[in-house]
């Protein structure tokens, strides 16, 4: 494992006074082949006063926690997290219901055990060059599969999220007697606070390589049932010669493995990963509302009409439900009401309505719903539509076509070119103004010049009695 040359210094005077190891998430990253600048260090035989004199020199050291025996080492612009091992007693209900004392005499294989899954409990000693891998997790690695280290696992239900957020992350499956552990701690979701169950579903929505095995382990743990805007989807059918994959539920879960898969979500911000995930899980929300059989063309059909509009409330109460930040509610709902544009309306798109929706659309982008409507139709397999993909790239480039594909058009017209007129400001300003950001939408004007002269001409105009 190839550490950085300044973390191998600290480590050297570190072990002088202790037994260093590497351990977690930065070495299960490390064995499957992933970059990873995450160095957490455990150290075993020393006392936390001293593990901190030790650590002085090298640089800047934040005590944590000293109940937690941990200390953040900042060094030539890295941060290193270093602890002590420690015994975990449960104590009370949920996440923080713990005494933790730290221990330093706890050997390898004692201190691997308070952790959650086999693959996050090896450890990597650098000064041997060899795992400590006391509960088999480079096997489970291998497999790809999330086993719990020990019967602790179930005093913590954070535990389980965590699960589902690895599994996605990882294309983990997980273990059936982890997945029935789980089942016996599904009751104890409530005692989890809202900021922490944020944590897990964030990870899940900007580091995912496969988010449908995520939404498996809600769905095998019996978890599904605290987010009850998708267990819905999992009892909604859909038509099967539109969606031969099935329910709404493995329609979603196709979808949100097709956006991952999509170069823009992968080249995006965290911020807008995190946005575009939100709004593929989101999508179909609106279909156990509108969900019905009727006749269409002489046979009975599958239909959810409306499903756009009756999808924005269902996507705000998840967010709430879940701790999303605020900006979310703005950026995720336009996304879902108009995830079916490209299916309204004949012949070609005109300059007026691209505009309209690129306003509707605001915060979010033309361009952020042209990536949920190509996830949308890729969660069909095995359909392929030439027919919609050609629909979705017209919209790409006449949103080009007008410079609007990533913001929405602003108005020219402002209330100082009023003034500049010679009117005073007051309540009439507002209806001249949003006249002219009207004509401006449908293209009467493009540029300040042409929006001055139709200003000089509308206010010309006597209004009709």
């Not at 579903?201 to 939404?215: C, E, H, I, Y």
């Not at 179909?284 to 999808?311: L, Q, V, Y």
């Not at 309540?427 to 493009?446: H, I, N, S, Y």
Request: with cysteine.
């Amino acid at each position: 494992m190839k550490l950085p040359p300044d973390l191998m210094v600290v480590l050297e005077a570190v072990r002088r006074v202790g037994r260093p190891r590497l351990v977690g998430g930065g070495v299960r990253d490390w064995l499957l082949g992933l970059k990873s600048q995450d160095y957490d260090i455990e150290v075993a035989g020393v006392d936390f006063e001293s593990l901190q004199r030790t650590l002085a020199p090298f640089g800047a050291t934040d005590v944590v926690g000293r109940s937690f025996g941990v200390i953040k080492l900042r060094s030539r612009n890295r941060e290193y997290d270093f602890s002590l091992p420690r015994r975990e007693s449960k104590t009370g209900a949920g996440h923080r219901g713990f005494i933790v004392q730290p221990d330093p005499e706890l050997s390898d294989a004692e201190a691997a055990a308070r952790r959650d899954f086999t693959v996050n409990a090896i450890a990597y000693d650098p000064f041997e060059d060899c795992m400590i891998d006391p509960h088999g997790g480079q096997e489970d690695l291998k497999k790809r599969v999330l086993r719990h280290t020990s019967s602790a696992f179930s005093d913590d239900p954070l535990r389980v999220l965590r699960g589902f957020q690895l599994a996605a992350r990882f294309d983990f499956t997980l273990a059936p007697e982890t997945a029935a552990l789980c089942r016996s701690i599904s009751s104890t979701y409530g005692e989890l606070p809202k900021e922490r169950v944020w944590g897990e579903w964030d990870k899940w929505a900007v580091k995912s390589t496969k988010p449908s095995r995520g939404l498996e382990v809600l769905a095998e743990t019996d978890w599904l049932r605290h987010f009850p805007e998708i267990a819905a989807l999992a009892d909604t059918p859909q038509d099967p010669e539109w969606h031969p994959e099935g329910n709404v539920f493995a329609h979603t879960q196709h979808c949100l493995d097709a956006l991952v898969k999509l170069t823009d979500w992968q080249l995006s911000s965290a911020a807008r990963r995190r946005q575009l995930s939100f709004a593929v899980l989101a999508h179909d929300f609106g279909k156990p509302a509108t969900t019905a059989r009727a006749e269409r063309k002489g046979r009975m059909r599958i239909i959810s009409p409306g499903h756009e509009s009756a999808g924005v409330e269902p996507s705000l109460a998840f967010l709430r439900r879940i701790g999303a930040p605020l900006e979310l509610d703005e950026l995720v709902p336009p996304l879902v009401l108009h995830h079916l544009a490209h299916h309204h309306g004949q012949g070609s798109f005109s300059d007026s309505a691209v505009r309209r929706l690129a306003r509707k659309l605001a915060p979010a982008t033309i361009d952020d719903l042209l990536l949920v409507m190509r996830a949308d139709h890729d969660g069909r397999p095995p359909l392929h539509s030439p027919e919609t993909l050609a629909r979705i790239d017209e919209l790409a480039a006449k949103a080009e076509e007008l410079a609007i594909q990533a913001t929405a058009p602003q108005p020219i017209i402002l209330g100082r070119h009023l003034i500049a007129l010679g009117h005073k400001p007051g309540p009439d300003f507002k209806p001249v103004l949003d006249a002219a950001f009207e004509a401006q939408l449908d293209g009467q004007f493009t540029d300040e010049t042409g929006g001055v002269a139709w200003l000089r001409h509308y206010l010309s105009v006597p209004p009709l009695k």
